[in-house]
């Protein structure tokens, strides 16, 4: 089996290691004997969207949301073939807002979004930010567990329906929504940085088998060794107090 996965704009969206994410995938998919083929596109550069079983975009500053707005919006058209050929999606904090309607940054300049999603994000003052570790307890393909990660947003995400999870600790998509991220059958969104793979090896499964069904129909992954990924875990949700 082989999974081919483009990570976009690798050189500008890459906050708080999010090209670790992608180095979960691959190694986790080789440990199963599964080829993880790791591709990249920038800006101005052409590939076909649709053909990527996974599609990866990090985070980044308000400065690089700036940058590249302007090349993800001529590209909607294809990831919206993506999206109708099944194509799995994972998107971190700047990838997770330019999915929606809209950013507005902290000058008050709006940056439009893909708008496949409802959800918006409007920023707070450069005072006031959601910043710090955060756990919150996921549900995904109808498994509940627990995920912890590092946030570090000033924006607010609001209009969103269905989130990846409940806060357990940390913020989340707004100061006070209790709820983090979005989620649906082939999206996964979320503020969690750190990067989100290395201590969440359910989540990192998880968008494997989603890569894989695009080919391949519902897979069962082979159980791996995952114990000190889970003792890193359970580290950060001992620290955070959380049971």
Same mark, same amino acid.
């Given at each position: ?10 050189? @500008?969206?890459? @906050? ?11 190694? *986790?998919?080789?440990? *199963?004997?599964?080829?993880? /083929?790791?591709?990249? #596109? ?6 076909? /969207? ?21 090349? @993800? ?19 971190? #904090? ?19 979004? @893909? ?8 920023? =707070?003052?450069?005072? $006031? *930010? #959601? /910043? ?6 996921? &549900? ?12 570090? $947003? ?16 940390? $913020?989340?998509? =707004? ?14 969104? =979320?503020?969690? $940085? ?25 897979? &069962? ?23």
């Amino acid at each position: 089996m082989q999974i081919k996965m483009l990570w976009m704009y690798h050189d @500008l969206m890459d @906050l708080y290691g999010d090209k670790g994410n992608t180095e979960v995938l691959r190694v *986790r998919s080789a440990k *199963r004997n599964i080829e993880c /083929i790791v591709d990249t #596109c920038s800006i101005g550069e052409q590939k076909d /969207i649709s053909s990527y079983d996974l599609f990866f975009m990090g985070g980044g500053a308000d400065r690089e949301q700036n940058l590249i707005f302007e090349d @993800l919006i001529s590209r909607k058209e294809d990831i919206q073939k993506a999206m109708q050929n099944k194509t799995a999606f994972l998107l971190i #904090c700047g990838g997770y807002q330019l999915f929606g309607k809209y950013y507005k940054d902290q000058d008050g300049n709006i940056v439009e979004g @893909l708008g496949f999603f409802d959800y918006f994000t409007e920023s =707070t003052d450069r005072d $006031h *930010r #959601c /910043i710090g570790n955060i756990a919150i307890e996921a &549900t995904m393909d109808g498994e509940t567990f627990k995920a912890v990660g590092f946030e570090n $947003h000033g924006g607010q995400t609001r209009n969103v329906e269905t989130p990846l999870g409940k806060v357990l600790y940390g $913020h989340g998509n =707004t100061f006070d929504s209790g709820f983090e991220g979005f989620l649906n059958d082939q999206v996964l969104a =979320t503020y969690m $940085h750190g990067p989100l793979l290395p201590k969440n090896p359910k989540i990192a499964d998880k968008i494997l088998q989603r890569a894989l069904r695009k080919n391949y129909g519902d897979v &069962t992954l082979a159980p791996l060794d995952d114990e000190i990924e889970y003792k890193a875990q359970e580290v950060m949700l001992k620290r955070l107090k959380v049971r």
